[in-house]
């Protein structure tokens, strides 16, 4: 008589499955290798793309872009007049910062950015998104209760500072200059690049700290 | 409560798995390439984000690129050749694929 072992059957069921990727993995498969053979891109381009994201692109451009401005008042003006030409300069133009709008921080205004329909990002400048910017929880609070928000990340606004919240969209994105330190006179660019933190360019960061050069 | 990273700390990885960075890098080259508008991918990017947070998802970064990946696949079903038989059809082959090859050996359609 044939007999059916329900646990035999599942290890069998989940050894011939194991061998499979995960679901996400094999939709991203598919669709990737239809994209490339339809001539939607190319596999090489895809491949860049990605090695680019998870390796060097990253907030250091942002920070040098930053430090710019603060030691060269024509580039600072350029970069508040249409940043998305200014950053140029670096060769960090991309398709996500085709429109870019810099915003500064001063004694009386804090900026704060986020996207909350989506996750719109300059990421040719700041690199991917921290995962908390992509969050349910950030997209929805950052807008309604931003001081509060800012307070689980560390930072109190002092009163008479008022807060700005920026919303991102595809079309538009976003860059905070935050303020220069004091106690960094006569610092060159790639020091006080290496003290502009990638929160403060969002804005959930105000205060850098000369003593992390 | 969020849990913000420590903003000096080394950058994390954005990805937890190569399929969501691979995921970004398609919508990214039909944005690019011009067969998505940036728009129309916020769009649908941000309406598959509200139906996970509708259908009570956790609020995390896999539930985010699962939104990328599904958006992703809304958009595809507009292109000639990217609809949802064809995706149907070729992951079967990709499956396929898979349990044929010899386990260490590249996975070929």
């Known amino acids: 008589m044939a007999t059916f072992d329900a646990d035999e059957a599942a290890r069998l069921h989940r050894d011939l499955h194991s061998h499979l990727p995960s679901d996400p993995a094999l939709r991203v498969k598919t669709l990737e290798s239809l994209m490339v053979e339809r001539g939607f891109a190319s596999e090489a381009t895809l491949d860049a793309w990605v090695e680019a994201y998870s390796d060097h692109i990253g907030p250091k451009r942002g920070a040098r872009v930053i430090a710019r401005a603060w030691t060269d008042p024509a580039f600072k003006a350029r970069l508040l007049e249409d940043a998305a030409v200014a950053i140029k300069d670096f060769g960090f133009e991309g398709s996500a910062t085709a429109h870019l709008k810099a915003v500064e921080n001063t004694d009386t205004r804090h900026n704060m950015v986020v996207c909350t329909l989506c996750s719109c990002y300059p990421f040719a400048l700041l690199g991917m998104s921290p995962a908390w910017y992509k969050s349910f929880e950030y997209r929805a609070r950052a807008v309604r209760e931003p001081r509060k928000v800012l307070a689980e990340f560390g930072v109190s606004l002092p009163d008479g500072v008022d807060i700005r919240v920026w919303d991102s969209t595809a079309e538009l994105r976003y860059l905070v200059i935050p303020q220069r330190p004091d106690g960094t006179k006569g610092w060159d660019e790639n020091r006080l690049a290496a003290i502009v933190t990638r929160n403060s360019m969002i804005g959930t960061d105000r205060d850098l700290d000369p003593g992390k050069a | ?109």
């Open chain 2, 1 to 109: 409560m969020l849990r913000p990273d420590d903003p000096l700390a080394p950058p994390t990885p954005g990805f937890d798995a190569p399929w969501q960075a691979q995921a970004l890098a398609l919508a990214d080259a039909m944005v690019a390439a011009g067969h998505f508008t940036a728009a129309d991918w916020a769009t649908t990017l941000g309406a598959a984000l509200a139906n996970a947070k509708d259908q009570g998802a956790p609020d995390t970064l896999n539930t985010y690129y699962e939104a990328v990946l599904g958006a992703l696949e809304t958009l595809a079903d507009t292109q000639p050749g990217l609809s949802a038989s064809a995706r149907r059809t070729r992951r079967q082959a990709w499956e396929a694929a898979y349990r044929r090859t010899p386990h260490g050996q590249p996975v070929k359609l």
